[in-house]
Protein backbone atom coordinates (compact mmCIF):
# COMPACT_ATOMS: atom_id res chain seq x y z
CA UNK A 1 0.00 0.00 0.00
CA UNK A 2 1.21 3.78 -0.60
CA UNK A 3 -0.09 6.45 0.98
CA UNK A 4 -0.83 9.82 0.03
CA UNK A 5 -1.87 12.86 1.42
CA UNK A 6 -3.21 11.21 3.60
CA UNK A 7 -5.69 8.60 1.43
CA UNK A 8 -4.40 5.00 0.88
CA UNK A 9 -4.63 3.08 -2.18
CA UNK A 10 -3.41 -0.19 -3.95
CA UNK A 11 -0.31 0.62 -5.06
CA UNK A 12 -1.03 -2.48 -7.78
CA UNK A 13 -3.98 -0.22 -8.81
CA UNK A 14 -2.03 2.76 -8.83
CA UNK A 15 0.82 1.29 -11.17
CA UNK A 16 -1.79 -0.10 -13.52
CA UNK A 17 -3.92 2.99 -13.80
CA UNK A 18 -2.17 5.56 -13.22
CA UNK A 19 0.00 5.35 -16.45
CA UNK A 20 -1.03 8.65 -17.80
CA UNK A 21 -1.22 8.76 -21.79
CA UNK A 22 -1.34 12.30 -22.81
CA UNK A 23 -4.04 11.70 -25.93
CA UNK A 24 -6.38 11.07 -22.89
CA UNK A 25 -6.76 14.64 -22.03
CA UNK A 26 -9.26 16.28 -24.02
CA UNK A 27 -11.57 13.40 -22.56
CA UNK A 28 -10.52 13.63 -18.88
CA UNK A 29 -10.09 17.47 -18.28
CA UNK A 30 -13.89 17.68 -18.79
CA UNK A 31 -14.38 15.61 -16.10
CA UNK A 32 -11.93 16.66 -13.75
CA UNK A 33 -13.53 20.13 -14.31
CA UNK A 34 -16.96 19.39 -13.67
CA UNK A 35 -16.36 16.87 -11.01
CA UNK A 36 -13.05 17.05 -9.04
CA UNK A 37 -11.56 20.42 -9.20
CA UNK A 38 -12.14 22.33 -6.04
CA UNK A 39 -13.53 25.58 -6.98
CA UNK A 40 -15.40 26.64 -3.04
CA UNK A 41 -12.00 26.31 -1.70
CA UNK A 42 -10.37 27.83 -5.11
CA UNK A 43 -12.20 30.81 -4.73
CA UNK A 44 -12.01 30.88 -0.80
CA UNK A 45 -8.03 31.01 -0.97
CA UNK A 46 -8.25 33.90 -4.17
CA UNK A 47 -11.13 36.47 -2.20
CA UNK A 48 -9.00 36.09 1.20
CA UNK A 49 -12.25 36.51 3.12
CA UNK A 50 -13.46 39.22 0.78
CA UNK A 51 -11.32 42.13 2.89
CA UNK A 52 -10.12 43.52 -0.26
CA UNK A 53 -13.01 44.89 -2.09
CA UNK A 54 -12.93 43.18 -5.79
CA UNK A 55 -9.85 41.02 -4.90
CA UNK A 56 -11.15 38.35 -6.41
CA UNK A 57 -12.51 40.38 -9.71
CA UNK A 58 -9.25 42.08 -10.13
CA UNK A 59 -7.59 38.60 -10.48
CA UNK A 60 -5.65 37.81 -13.58
CA UNK A 61 -6.42 34.38 -14.99
CA UNK A 62 -4.90 32.95 -18.09
CA UNK A 63 -5.49 29.53 -19.85
CA UNK A 64 -3.17 27.74 -21.87
CA UNK A 65 -6.04 26.14 -24.13
CA UNK A 66 -5.65 22.62 -26.65
CA UNK A 67 -2.98 23.05 -29.19
CA UNK A 68 -0.83 25.56 -27.11
CA UNK A 69 -3.73 28.40 -28.09
CA UNK A 70 -2.91 31.23 -25.21
CA UNK A 71 -5.51 33.65 -23.52
CA UNK A 72 -4.53 36.10 -20.80
CA UNK A 73 -6.27 38.49 -18.70
CA UNK A 74 -9.63 36.66 -18.10
CA UNK A 75 -11.32 37.52 -15.00
CA UNK A 76 -14.48 36.45 -13.31
CA UNK A 77 -16.87 38.19 -11.23
CA UNK A 78 -17.66 35.26 -8.58
CA UNK A 79 -16.78 31.48 -8.41
CA UNK A 80 -19.77 30.21 -10.48
CA UNK A 81 -18.39 32.54 -13.27
CA UNK A 82 -15.35 31.10 -12.63
CA UNK A 83 -16.42 27.53 -12.76
CA UNK A 84 -18.55 27.68 -15.92
CA UNK A 85 -16.17 28.96 -18.04
CA UNK A 86 -13.34 26.73 -16.69
CA UNK A 87 -15.92 24.12 -17.69
CA UNK A 88 -16.38 25.28 -20.69
CA UNK A 89 -12.73 26.44 -21.87
CA UNK A 90 -11.43 23.06 -20.45
CA UNK A 91 -7.60 24.41 -19.93
CA UNK A 92 -4.74 22.41 -20.66
CA UNK A 93 -2.84 24.45 -17.84
CA UNK A 94 -3.92 27.53 -15.70
CA UNK A 95 -2.08 30.22 -14.16
CA UNK A 96 -2.57 33.13 -12.06
CA UNK A 97 -1.35 36.41 -12.39
CA UNK A 98 -1.84 40.02 -10.11
CA UNK A 99 -4.62 41.62 -8.91
CA UNK A 100 -5.09 44.74 -11.23
CA UNK A 101 -6.47 48.69 -10.34
CA UNK A 102 -9.43 47.19 -12.95
CA UNK A 103 -11.00 43.74 -13.76
CA UNK A 104 -8.39 41.90 -16.37
CA UNK A 105 -11.09 41.13 -18.85
CA UNK A 106 -11.68 44.95 -19.43
CA UNK A 107 -7.80 45.89 -19.85
CA UNK A 108 -8.20 47.06 -23.32
CA UNK A 109 -11.01 50.14 -22.40
CA UNK A 110 -9.19 51.10 -20.31
CA UNK A 111 -7.16 54.19 -20.44
CA UNK A 112 -3.94 53.85 -21.49
CA UNK A 113 -1.08 53.52 -18.24
CA UNK A 114 -4.31 53.25 -15.69
CA UNK A 115 -4.34 49.42 -16.04
CA UNK A 116 -1.79 48.71 -13.53
CA UNK A 117 -0.59 45.36 -11.19
CA UNK A 118 -1.55 45.97 -7.63
CA UNK A 119 -1.16 42.93 -5.37
CA UNK A 120 0.12 39.44 -5.81
CA UNK A 121 1.05 36.53 -3.53
CA UNK A 122 5.00 36.48 -3.46
CA UNK A 123 5.83 33.70 -4.85
CA UNK A 124 9.35 31.28 -5.15
CA UNK A 125 10.00 28.69 -8.45
CA UNK A 126 12.11 26.05 -7.71
CA UNK A 127 12.91 23.91 -10.60
CA UNK A 128 14.99 20.72 -10.90
CA UNK A 129 16.90 21.59 -14.14
CA UNK A 130 18.77 24.69 -12.37
CA UNK A 131 20.95 21.76 -10.75
CA UNK A 132 21.73 19.88 -13.48
CA UNK A 133 25.51 20.67 -13.22
CA UNK A 134 25.41 19.32 -9.49
CA UNK A 135 23.06 16.31 -9.99
CA UNK A 136 24.68 12.83 -11.54
CA UNK A 137 21.07 10.28 -11.86
CA UNK A 138 18.99 12.74 -14.13
CA UNK A 139 19.41 16.05 -16.21
CA UNK A 140 16.55 18.44 -17.88
CA UNK A 141 12.37 17.44 -17.33
CA UNK A 142 13.40 14.39 -15.48
CA UNK A 143 13.43 13.58 -11.98
CA UNK A 144 14.18 10.39 -9.40
CA UNK A 145 13.74 10.16 -5.72
CA UNK A 146 18.01 10.58 -5.73
CA UNK A 147 17.31 14.26 -6.65
CA UNK A 148 14.45 14.86 -5.12
CA UNK A 149 16.44 15.05 -1.74
CA UNK A 150 17.47 18.72 -3.38
CA UNK A 151 13.67 19.91 -3.85
CA UNK A 152 13.05 18.77 0.07
CA UNK A 153 16.06 20.63 1.28
CA UNK A 154 14.85 23.55 -0.67
CA UNK A 155 11.53 23.55 0.92
CA UNK A 156 13.17 23.15 4.51
CA UNK A 157 15.56 26.16 4.25
CA UNK A 158 13.41 28.74 2.40
CA UNK A 159 10.41 27.77 4.55
CA UNK A 160 12.07 28.32 7.57
CA UNK A 161 13.55 31.90 6.20
CA UNK A 162 10.37 33.10 5.00
CA UNK A 163 9.02 32.26 8.65
CA UNK A 164 11.88 32.86 11.01
CA UNK A 165 13.65 35.76 9.02
CA UNK A 166 10.77 37.78 7.32
CA UNK A 167 8.03 36.86 9.47
CA UNK A 168 5.45 35.56 6.98
CA UNK A 169 3.05 33.10 8.13
CA UNK A 170 1.00 32.10 5.39
CA UNK A 171 3.10 29.97 2.86
CA UNK A 172 1.33 27.46 0.25
CA UNK A 173 4.09 24.73 -1.09
CA UNK A 174 2.72 23.29 -3.85
CA UNK A 175 4.27 20.42 -6.41
CA UNK A 176 4.62 21.34 -9.65
CA UNK A 177 3.16 18.29 -11.62
CA UNK A 178 6.87 17.93 -12.87
CA UNK A 179 10.23 18.35 -11.72
CA UNK A 180 9.69 21.48 -9.54
CA UNK A 181 7.70 23.25 -6.74
CA UNK A 182 6.47 26.70 -6.00
CA UNK A 183 5.75 28.94 -2.84
CA UNK A 184 2.74 31.28 -2.40
CA UNK A 185 3.32 33.48 0.29
CA UNK A 186 -0.11 35.05 1.19
CA UNK A 187 0.49 37.23 3.82
CA UNK A 188 -1.14 40.39 3.49
CA UNK A 189 2.42 42.68 4.12
CA UNK A 190 3.82 39.84 1.24
CA UNK A 191 0.91 40.49 -1.59
CA UNK A 192 1.63 44.37 -0.97
CA UNK A 193 5.36 44.50 -1.60
CA UNK A 194 6.56 46.55 -4.44
CA UNK A 195 8.78 45.35 -6.95
CA UNK A 196 11.84 46.36 -5.55
CA UNK A 197 11.10 44.82 -2.16
CA UNK A 198 10.29 41.47 -4.18
CA UNK A 199 13.43 41.91 -5.50
CA UNK A 200 14.93 42.36 -2.40
CA UNK A 201 13.63 39.24 -0.58
CA UNK A 202 14.66 37.31 -3.92
CA UNK A 203 18.42 39.07 -3.26
CA UNK A 204 18.69 37.88 0.39
CA UNK A 205 17.73 33.96 -0.93
CA UNK A 206 20.25 33.66 -3.26
CA UNK A 207 23.04 32.11 -2.49
CA UNK A 208 24.70 29.88 -5.55
CA UNK A 209 25.36 32.93 -8.13
CA UNK A 210 26.79 32.22 -11.56
CA UNK A 211 26.56 31.20 -14.95
CA UNK A 212 27.15 27.39 -16.72
CA UNK A 213 30.84 28.54 -16.90
CA UNK A 214 31.17 29.40 -13.79
CA UNK A 215 32.69 26.98 -11.55
CA UNK A 216 32.69 28.05 -8.38
CA UNK A 217 29.35 29.51 -7.86
CA UNK A 218 29.28 30.03 -3.37
CA UNK A 219 31.66 32.94 -1.93
CA UNK A 220 31.15 33.29 1.73
CA UNK A 221 32.49 36.30 3.80
CA UNK A 222 34.58 35.65 6.52
CA UNK A 223 31.49 36.35 8.83
CA UNK A 224 28.75 33.69 7.39
CA UNK A 225 25.62 35.28 7.81
CA UNK A 226 22.80 33.37 10.15
CA UNK A 227 20.56 32.49 7.74
CA UNK A 228 23.33 30.64 5.84
CA UNK A 229 24.20 28.64 9.02
CA UNK A 230 20.32 27.52 9.42
CA UNK A 231 20.71 26.44 5.70
CA UNK A 232 23.50 24.33 6.31
CA UNK A 233 22.08 23.14 9.40
CA UNK A 234 19.78 22.00 7.16
CA UNK A 235 21.68 20.28 4.47
CA UNK A 236 24.37 18.65 6.95
CA UNK A 237 21.06 16.45 7.61
CA UNK A 238 20.98 15.75 4.39
CA UNK A 239 24.74 15.68 2.90
CA UNK A 240 26.21 12.31 3.55
CA UNK A 241 23.87 10.11 2.72
CA UNK A 242 22.47 12.51 -0.53
CA UNK A 243 26.25 12.70 -2.04
CA UNK A 244 27.74 9.70 -1.19
CA UNK A 245 24.95 7.42 -1.68
CA UNK A 246 22.12 8.58 -3.47
CA UNK A 247 24.39 10.44 -5.93
CA UNK A 248 27.31 8.84 -5.95
CA UNK A 249 29.51 12.00 -6.23
CA UNK A 250 32.64 10.08 -5.17
CA UNK A 251 31.89 7.48 -7.72
CA UNK A 252 33.58 8.30 -11.07
CA UNK A 253 36.67 11.02 -11.81
CA UNK A 254 34.55 13.20 -13.57
CA UNK A 255 32.29 13.36 -11.02
CA UNK A 256 35.03 13.79 -7.98
CA UNK A 257 36.79 16.51 -10.16
CA UNK A 258 34.25 18.59 -10.25
CA UNK A 259 34.13 18.84 -6.38
CA UNK A 260 38.01 18.95 -6.17
CA UNK A 261 37.79 22.15 -8.72
CA UNK A 262 35.88 24.10 -5.54
CA UNK A 263 38.90 23.12 -3.15
CA UNK A 264 41.76 25.27 -2.23
CA UNK A 265 44.11 25.22 -4.81
CA UNK A 266 46.96 24.41 -2.16
CA UNK A 267 45.01 21.29 -1.10
CA UNK A 268 43.88 20.50 -5.00
CA UNK A 269 47.36 18.08 -5.99
CA UNK A 270 47.30 15.95 -2.85
CA UNK A 271 43.72 15.13 -2.72
CA UNK A 272 43.69 13.87 -6.16
CA UNK A 273 46.38 11.41 -5.85
CA UNK A 274 44.43 10.27 -2.55
CA UNK A 275 41.47 9.74 -4.72
CA UNK A 276 42.99 7.99 -7.41
CA UNK A 277 43.83 5.47 -4.84
CA UNK A 278 40.85 5.60 -2.86
CA UNK A 279 38.83 1.97 -3.45
CA UNK A 280 35.43 3.43 -2.39
CA UNK A 281 33.17 6.71 -3.00
CA UNK A 282 32.62 6.57 0.83
CA UNK A 283 36.29 6.48 1.04
CA UNK A 284 36.79 10.06 -0.75
CA UNK A 285 34.07 11.31 1.36
CA UNK A 286 36.28 10.94 4.56
CA UNK A 287 39.60 11.67 2.99
CA UNK A 288 37.65 15.28 1.96
CA UNK A 289 36.19 15.61 5.52
CA UNK A 290 39.52 15.50 6.79
CA UNK A 291 41.57 17.41 4.64
CA UNK A 292 39.33 20.07 4.94
CA UNK A 293 38.68 19.76 8.47
CA UNK A 294 41.10 22.60 8.95
CA UNK A 295 39.23 24.97 6.20
CA UNK A 296 35.36 24.66 7.41
CA UNK A 297 34.44 27.74 4.96
CA UNK A 298 35.85 25.43 1.73
CA UNK A 299 33.64 22.24 2.99
CA UNK A 300 30.48 24.94 3.49
CA UNK A 301 31.20 26.48 -0.04
CA UNK A 302 30.70 22.59 -1.81
CA UNK A 303 27.37 21.82 0.55
CA UNK A 304 25.96 24.90 -0.73
CA UNK A 305 26.67 24.94 -4.11
CA UNK A 306 25.40 21.02 -4.51
CA UNK A 307 22.47 21.35 -1.98
CA UNK A 308 21.13 25.30 -1.35
CA UNK A 309 17.98 26.29 -3.21
CA UNK A 310 18.14 27.55 -6.97
CA UNK A 311 15.29 30.38 -7.48
CA UNK A 312 14.35 32.00 -10.70
CA UNK A 313 14.41 34.88 -9.13
CA UNK A 314 12.57 36.50 -11.91
CA UNK A 315 9.59 34.60 -11.16
CA UNK A 316 9.77 35.94 -7.32
CA UNK A 317 10.57 39.84 -8.92
CA UNK A 318 8.12 40.99 -10.98
CA UNK A 319 4.79 41.36 -9.19
CA UNK A 320 3.15 40.87 -12.84
CA UNK A 321 4.42 37.55 -13.40
CA UNK A 322 2.32 34.48 -14.32
CA UNK A 323 2.96 31.14 -12.20
CA UNK A 324 1.15 28.13 -12.62
CA UNK A 325 -2.08 27.42 -10.11
CA UNK A 326 -2.32 24.58 -7.39
CA UNK A 327 -4.90 21.80 -8.77
CA UNK A 328 -3.97 22.65 -12.31
CA UNK A 329 -2.66 19.19 -14.07
CA UNK A 330 0.74 18.85 -15.68
CA UNK A 331 -0.14 18.33 -20.37
CA UNK A 332 3.17 16.16 -19.67
CA UNK A 333 2.92 13.80 -16.91
CA UNK A 334 -0.60 14.05 -16.25
CA UNK A 335 0.53 14.92 -12.50
CA UNK A 336 -2.15 17.60 -10.17
CA UNK A 337 -0.34 20.26 -9.16
CA UNK A 338 -0.81 19.87 -5.00
CA UNK A 339 -0.22 21.21 -2.01
CA UNK A 340 2.88 19.80 0.31
CA UNK A 341 2.20 19.19 3.60
CA UNK A 342 5.53 20.77 5.03
CA UNK A 343 5.36 19.06 8.17
CA UNK A 344 5.41 15.62 6.61
CA UNK A 345 7.68 17.01 4.11
CA UNK A 346 10.48 13.37 3.85
CA UNK A 347 6.64 12.08 3.25
CA UNK A 348 6.15 13.64 0.30
CA UNK A 349 6.89 11.53 -2.94
CA UNK A 350 6.30 13.01 -6.14
CA UNK A 351 5.31 9.96 -8.50
CA UNK A 352 2.60 8.98 -5.44
CA UNK A 353 0.65 11.99 -6.74
CA UNK A 354 -2.25 11.06 -8.90
CA UNK A 355 -2.44 11.49 -12.00
CA UNK A 356 -5.56 12.79 -13.91
CA UNK A 357 -6.48 9.55 -15.28
CA UNK A 358 -5.80 7.54 -12.30
CA UNK A 359 -8.71 9.86 -10.69
CA UNK A 360 -10.97 9.85 -13.09
CA UNK A 361 -10.90 5.59 -12.88
CA UNK A 362 -10.91 6.16 -9.26
CA UNK A 363 -14.14 7.76 -9.61
CA UNK A 364 -15.30 5.59 -12.06
CA UNK A 365 -14.76 2.78 -9.46
CA UNK A 366 -16.28 4.31 -6.71
CA UNK A 367 -19.43 5.55 -8.62
CA UNK A 368 -19.92 1.91 -9.86
CA UNK A 369 -19.51 0.30 -6.32
CA UNK A 370 -22.08 3.08 -5.05
CA UNK A 371 -24.68 1.87 -8.19
CA UNK A 372 -24.05 -1.47 -7.16
CA UNK A 373 -24.62 -0.87 -3.36
CA UNK A 374 -27.58 1.50 -4.22
CA UNK A 375 -30.58 0.48 -2.15
CA UNK A 376 -32.88 1.08 -5.29
CA UNK A 377 -35.56 3.12 -3.55
CA UNK A 378 -33.39 5.86 -2.91
CA UNK A 379 -33.22 6.60 -6.41
CA UNK A 380 -30.64 8.54 -7.91
CA UNK A 381 -28.73 11.27 -6.29
CA UNK A 382 -29.09 15.08 -7.15
CA UNK A 383 -26.68 16.15 -9.53
CA UNK A 384 -25.34 18.54 -7.57
CA UNK A 385 -25.12 17.02 -4.24
CA UNK A 386 -23.17 14.15 -6.06
CA UNK A 387 -20.67 16.80 -7.51
CA UNK A 388 -19.54 18.02 -4.44
CA UNK A 389 -18.39 14.67 -2.87
CA UNK A 390 -16.78 13.51 -5.72
CA UNK A 391 -13.15 14.86 -4.99
CA UNK A 392 -13.50 12.26 -1.44
CA UNK A 393 -14.07 9.51 -3.42
CA UNK A 394 -10.46 9.61 -4.73
CA UNK A 395 -6.65 10.78 -4.17
CA UNK A 396 -7.66 13.95 -4.23
CA UNK A 397 -9.07 14.17 -0.99
CA UNK A 398 -5.50 14.10 0.96
CA UNK A 399 -4.24 17.14 -0.77
CA UNK A 400 -7.88 18.84 -0.49
CA UNK A 401 -7.40 18.63 3.34
CA UNK A 402 -3.98 20.13 3.38
CA UNK A 403 -5.45 23.18 1.28
CA UNK A 404 -8.17 23.37 3.66
CA UNK A 405 -6.09 23.24 6.58
CA UNK A 406 -3.78 26.13 5.11
CA UNK A 407 -7.06 28.15 4.53
CA UNK A 408 -8.18 27.85 7.86
CA UNK A 409 -5.50 29.29 9.26
CA UNK A 410 -4.95 31.99 7.55
CA UNK A 411 -8.77 33.06 8.06
CA UNK A 412 -8.03 32.27 11.98
CA UNK A 413 -5.15 34.76 11.60
CA UNK A 414 -7.50 37.27 9.51
CA UNK A 415 -10.38 37.04 12.49
CA UNK A 416 -7.40 37.38 15.10
CA UNK A 417 -6.30 40.92 13.39
CA UNK A 418 -9.60 41.84 12.89
CA UNK A 419 -10.46 41.42 16.75
CA UNK A 420 -6.93 43.30 17.80
CA UNK A 421 -8.32 46.10 15.60
CA UNK A 422 -11.24 46.56 16.50
CA UNK A 423 -10.47 46.36 20.57
CA UNK A 424 -7.47 49.14 19.56
CA UNK A 425 -10.41 51.14 18.07
CA UNK A 426 -12.70 50.76 21.19
CA UNK A 427 -10.19 51.80 23.38
CA UNK A 428 -10.00 55.17 21.68
Known amino acids: ?12 MALTESRYDASELPDLLPVYYRRLFPYPQYFRWLSYGGVPKNYFQNREFSFTLKDDIYVRYQSFNNQNELEKEMQKMVPYKIDLGAVYSHKPSQHNSVKSGAFQAESKELVFDIDMTDYDDVRTCCSSADICSKCWTLMTIAIKILDRALDEDFGFLHRLWVYSGRRGVHCWVCDEAARGLSQAARSAVAEYLSVVKGGIDTIKKVQLTRFIHPSI ?26 AWQKILALVPNNLQDRLRKDFLKARSSAERWKMLEIELDGSKDAMKEIKLQYCY ?37 DKF ?9 FLCKELDHKIEDERVN ?18 KKTSL ?32
Open 309 to 345: PRLDVNVSKSINHLLKSPFSVHPKTGRISVPIDVKNL
Open 374 to 391: ADTENGAEPEVKRRTRDY
Open 349 to 357: DPFSVPTIS
Open 397 to 428: LGPIKIFEQFLDEMEQSRKGLLLEQSDRERDF
Open 229 to 254: EEALTVIDGYFEEYAVNKQDLFGTKE
Open 1 to 12: LSAFGGFIFHSE
